[in-house]
């Protein structure tokens, strides 16, 4: 089954989506292949990564600067070859909880690549960008470009590599987050919608209110709130106007997904 595009989520303005953050990353580890499968199977309508490079250039998904808490290997993506960096078990983290010994057996680092391979078109993609040169971005941008992924994923990234994207490849969509606490600044938002052309919008949970998403409605933009992993928390941020979440628990919040408002 295909998954929406971007186009088909930001229209249904009554659907309320789910992003699963780091794929379905409480149950299983956190960016890995594994986990972003999982989060297709449970529903979720977008699956949530984190890109950085190697030492040869290739961009892999990892949150952290160092792999030192995911896996059983220390140091920089960046002072790692591939080859190196799939020697090591990338199942240390799970449940909150850092592990003596890996939590699965044969979970290794997977590449943009793979996950373009793999999910392009049954799931829709919020690529968060930690690239620190832009030879890693130009990469990154190429392998969007292969996969033609415009209207299937966004990249979520700070002004400044927005600004360098766009020169890059203009049409690749953004989130563009601003601080922790001022995302949900009245003139960032503007901002968002107005210089960077958002659809979507990222703002956190405990800064955002009914004013930030009757906010966001009348920009024309979608809020997914970072985040939710409770369903009362979901239910709650829907009354209050969101119209998504980003979640650790992807099952959990599939199966209790709001229903449709009635007009």
């Known amino acids: 089954m295909n998954g929406r595009t971007l186009s088909d989520l930001y229209r249904d303005h009554d659907y309320f989506m789910i992003t699963a953050h780091r794929g379905a990353s409480f149950e299983f580890p956190e960016n890995t292949a594994l986990a972003m499968r999982k989060a297709v199977e449970a529903g979720a309508d977008m699956i949530e990564f984190d890109l950085r490079g190697t030492a040869d250039g290739v961009p892999v998904l990892l949150h952290d600067e160092t ?21 090591f078990r990338f199942s240390f983290w799970l449940q909150g909880m850092r592990r003596d010994e890996p939590a699965m057996e044969d979970v290794t680092i997977p590449t943009f690549e793979e996950i373009l391979s793999e999910f392009r078109g049954k799931v829709a993609m919020n690529i968060q960008v930690y690239a620190k040169n832009e030879a890693l971005l130009k990469e990154i941008c190429r392998l969007f470009r292969v996969f033609d992924m415009y209207d299937h994923g966004y990249f979520t990234v700070t002004p400044d590599q927005a600004d360098v994207v766009r020169k890059l490849d203009p049409d690749i969509e953004f989130c563009v987050t601003e601080g922790w606490e001022t995302r949900s600044d009245p003139e960032v938002l503007r901002r968002a919608r107005e210089k960077y052309g958002c659809r979507f919008v990222q703002p956190v949970r405990d800064f955002s209110g009914g004013e930030t998403f009757r906010r966001i409605r009348e920009l024309d933009m979608r809020a997914n709130v970072f985040f939710a992993d409770e369903p009362e928390q979901m239910q709650e941020l829907r009354a209050m106007g969101a119209q998504g979440i980003l979640t650790n628990r992807a099952y959990r919040m599939c199966t209790n997904r709001p229903a449709p408002q009635k007009p």
């Open 67 to 87: 792999i030192d808490r995911t896996s059983d290997g220390h140091g920089m993506p960046e002072d790692l070859l591939l080859s190196e960096l799939r020697k």
